[in-house]
């Protein structure tokens, strides 16, 4: 697998913790020295390893909050 670089530029909110201290946080993250976009996935402590997640432009979070605001929760 290639090599790629991230950087995490803004740490929005930390949604859940596992036990092995894991968490799932909506950040903003630069992939390959693009701009930054939206990022769920899970981390460790270190920020150094990642699980799989999902990478949304500004318009999908945008139709994401929309879509949960009309749940019936």
Request: aromatic share 10%; net charge negative.
């Amino acid at each position: 697998m290639a090599d790629f670089k991230f950087e995490i530029t803004e740490h929005i909110a930390q949604l859940s913790e596992n036990k092995s201290g894991w968490t799932k946080e909506l950040t903003k993250v630069s992939w390959n020295d693009r701009p930054a976009s939206y990022d769920i996935r899970t981390w460790n402590e270190n920020y150094d390893k990642m699980g799989k997640g999902i990478t949304l432009t500004d318009d999908e979070l945008r139709q994401l909050r929309d879509a949960l605001n009309n749940l019936d929760l």
